[in-house]
């Protein structure tokens, strides 16, 4: 175990590349969301920088001329870390550092280390140390300066934080240890679901930091915790929504949120806690409808219910945070390209009652179709 000592926040530089000035503010939008991230993991973003070249520089992701003038703005005003929106391989992170002189992490890499910062349960900390683990196997010989960073702040925290320098076959031994771990709850969690074949099961699924808690709260009348940062649920947790229509009772589950490009390591590592979608019998899809692109989004959690095998479900689209439209028109939008979608307010507690009705209702109807086991 590593006990980490008090550090200052960290200064950090956001950096994203894009092909064309069209993909310009597309990845203004993931710079948005990588800041968002950023202080979720504790850093204080300094400035987001976009470089538009027709192709990623296979030596530096970025041509050398810009890592050199990054260099001199890492300098000037004291970067503690540069936080890269695209991945990138080992030997672009050790030609980037010999450059830049500074801490150089990518998109996966603070995606990992939100969600060692929230990992609470022991499964939770199982999922996230294998997930650290299966990234790092790829990188053991591409890090310089991070071999040295163990107690550094963003990108060297959570449970399967051990010495990097460790010889790749106790890694894959440790590897070998954890799936065998998340095998034995997924088993247990199998025995579980087999059990509850006369409930209707119902899963909260959708963009992180959605509002997917507060509509679980209200829906089961729970006190989960609700926090506003990416990632705050990892484990999935399940409550009994109160109603006397149907003859079988209703379990509503909350799980992990989605993000574009989650780490596929994550994926795999979190699949036991993803079978909850895999389970249900209605998806519930949470969206926040000020967070733009929500098209981009709703593709983003579509893409990885159809990788988790569970895309072709029943879904119920739930627009959430209508409090903070300003226009009328974005629901006119909404309405024609999702005419059975529903509008809630979970701050306000509007439109619960109504997406509680429709759960009931598609439960309903399936059981009259003989659809429901």
């Not at 203004?28 to 800041?35: K, V």
């Not at 970067?79 to 992170?93: E, K, W």
């Not at 689209?317 to 529903?342: C, G, M, Q, T």
């Amino acid at each position: 175990m590593y006990f980490i000592s008090e550090k200052k926040t960290e200064k950090a530089l956001l950096v994203g590349v894009c092909s064309s000035s069209q993909e310009r503010w597309h990845e203004l939008n993931r710079l948005e969301e990588l800041q968002q991230l950023a202080e979720a993991a504790g850093a204080e973003v300094f400035e987001k920088i976009i470089q538009i070249r027709p192709s990623f520089d296979p030596s530096y992701l970025i041509g050398k001329g810009k890592a050199i003038e990054i260099k001199d703005i890492c300098e000037k005003f004291d970067i503690d870390v540069l936080i890269f929106d695209q991945d990138l391989s080992p030997s672009q992170v050790r030609n980037l550092e010999k450059i830049i002189k500074c801490k150089i992490i990518d998109r996966t890499e603070l995606i990992l280390d939100i969600f060692a910062q929230h990992a609470d349960t022991v499964e939770a900390k199982i999922q996230v140390e294998l997930a650290q683990l299966l990234y790092r196997m790829t990188r053991l010989t591409g890090k310089g300066i991070d071999l040295s960073r163990l107690g550094g702040g963003i990108g060297t925290r959570g449970p399967g934080e051990k010495k990097l320098e460790v010889d790749r076959r106790k890694i894959k031994e440790r590897i070998s240890h954890l799936k065998k771990e998340l095998g034995e709850i997924e088993k247990t969690r199998e025995l579980h679901y087999r059990r509850r074949r006369e409930i209707y099961k119902v899963t909260l699924i959708g963009y992180t930091n959605s509002g997917k808690s507060s509509v679980m709260n209200l829906l089961t009348r729970s006190t989960l915790p609700v926090e506003e940062r990416p990632f705050s649920t990892l484990d999935a947790t399940t409550r009994i929504m109160y109603q006397e229509t149907l003859k079988k009772p209703v379990v509503i589950s909350d799980t992990v949120g989605f993000i574009e490009d989650i780490p596929h390591h994550l994926i795999a590592s979190f699949k036991a806690t993803l079978g909850v979608a895999r389970e249900a019998n209605l998806l519930v899809h949470v969206i926040d409808i000020i967070n733009n692109p929500i098209e981009d989004k709703i593709n983003t959690v579509q893409q990885v219910l159809n990788e988790i095998q569970c895309g072709d479900k029943p879904i119920l689209n739930v627009f959430n945070k209508i409090d903070l439209v300003i226009e009328p028109s974005v629901f006119e939008r909404i309405k024609e390209r999702y005419p059975d979608a529903l509008f809630i307010s979970a701050k306000l507690n509007k439109g619960i009652e109504s997406l509680k009705q429709e759960i009931i209702r598609t439960f309903q109807s399936l059981e009259l179709n003989n659809t429901v086991l």
